[in-house]
């Protein structure tokens, strides 16, 4: 068969299955991220019906999936709102670092792979997956909860440190030397200073500069400038995603309004590309080995989450249910941490092993994270966590 036939209808089942999958959820009342995970397992390598000939196109779908995503987060907030935030978390975001990086640091240690490899796993387990859970706020229409600009600022803290992670664990697989990393995080963490800077004080112009009344003109200006930032973020060692998310804090009033329902279609369709290819990547067959020691890191960083998020909210004033839905909000890993996973094992610096343990335990934490984010409010209120307390007093008579 024809090459470009052949891709055709690949790309035609998996959207079809996608949509049918997508509708499922809705029946069932979850995000439709956890089915596009599964189903990816079922088309990719060791699975049921494996694809072939896709793998270019995903890449880059996927890829614009995570970048539309972050953008599209980023238009809900002002960059006043984030710089704010951000100072009200930062006690937060090292709580959430020596929680979450220090098991899986230990697990790796534990296993005999060394502290190369403790720096690798440290990374998966820390860093939430902004993807996913930009997602599932979306779907369950908590955008504009109480408790979604403290889930916010800990993405973003986690984000804007990866820009000081990554060259660090770069040189560390390298063997670069002190310098050599120093320097690297240097020009990364100038970068996103610098993005910053231009996005508070111009953002008024950026927005007039990509506003256009006509559609189609405005569609074109928004993706080129979104992927022209996260390019530069990404070439510069900062992350794209980052890049595209300060992009989309820059662009604010009726320009964010307008962009929101212009790139929402855009958004959909290729975040499910990202969750399905992000399956379709993973042998499962490669799981079962690793399968009781990822579980265990994920039940031990599900916990931790929940209390960073929940000790985060309650400091920003939360009540209970809030601080509950804070956490466990972030309880999903994904893309940063097959990325570190991935950088890790490809330097041959780390145990191949160690990719099969990270892939097991993101799909768990991919998984369970939008269904815990889902049912752990209902489930709280069932048990009558967070109702007001008599007073036991008698009312008057």
Same mark, same amino acid.
């Given at each position: ?94 709580? @959430? ?43 369950? !229409? ?37 310098? !050599? ?32 009344? @006509? ?183």
């Amino acid at each position: 068969m024809d090459p470009t036939a052949l891709v055709l209808i690949e790309l035609g089942a998996i959207f079809l299955g996608l949509g049918v999958l997508g509708r499922l959820a809705a029946r069932m009342g979850i995000s439709p991220v956890p089915l596009y995970l599964v189903g990816g397992l079922l088309f990719g390598h060791g699975g049921f019906i494996p694809v072939t000939g896709i793998e270019e196109f995903g890449h880059i779908a996927s890829e614009l999936g995570v970048v539309l995503l972050l953008l599209m987060l980023g238009l809900e907030y002002t960059a006043k709102e984030l710089v704010t935030g951000l100072r009200q978390t930062w006690a937060a975001g090292i709580v @959430d670092f020596v929680l979450n990086f220090t098991p899986g640091a230990v697990l790796a240690l534990m296993l005999g792979w060394g502290p190369v490899a403790a720096v690798v796993m440290g990374g998966v387990s820390w860093i939430s997956s902004s993807g996913i859970i930009a997602k599932v706020l979306g779907d369950l !229409g908590r955008l504009g909860n109480r408790e979604t600009p403290t889930i916010l600022s800990i993405l973003v803290i986690e984000d804007l440190a990866m820009a000081v992670y990554l060259p660090i664990l770069t040189a560390m697989l390298a063997g670069v030397s002190f310098f !050599g990393g120093l320097r690297a995080v240097g020009v990364a963490l100038l970068t996103v200073s610098l993005v910053l800077v231009l996005a508070l004080r111009y953002g008024a112009f950026i927005s007039r500069m990509l506003h256009s009344e @006509d559609r189609e003109n405005f569609l074109l200006k928004l993706i080129g400038a979104a992927l022209l930032v996260a390019g530069i973020a990404a070439s510069l060692q900062v992350s794209a995603a980052v890049g595209a998310f300060l992009l989309g804090i820059a662009i604010s009033g009726a320009t964010a309004h307008s962009a929101t329902r212009v790139l929402e279609p855009l958004r959909d369709l290729f975040a499910a590309m990202f969750f399905v290819l992000f399956g379709i990547n993973t042998d499962p067959t490669a799981m079962p080995p690793v399968l009781i020691p990822a579980l265990l890191l994920a039940i031990i960083t599900t916990v931790t989450k929940i209390f960073t998020g929940g000790w985060a909210a309650r400091r920003a004033g939360v009540a209970k249910l809030g601080q509950i839905r804070a956490g466990t909000a972030l309880v999903a890993r994904g893309e940063f941490s097959i990325i570190i996973a991935g950088l890790g094992v490809s330097s041959g610096a780390v145990p191949a092993q160690l990719a099969a343990l990270a892939t097991a335990y993101v799909m768990l934490l991919a998984i369970m994270g939008p269904i815990i984010a889902r049912f752990a409010e209902p489930l709280a209120q069932k048990v009558g966590y967070g109702r007001p307390r008599a007073t036991g007093k008698k009312a008057p008579g």
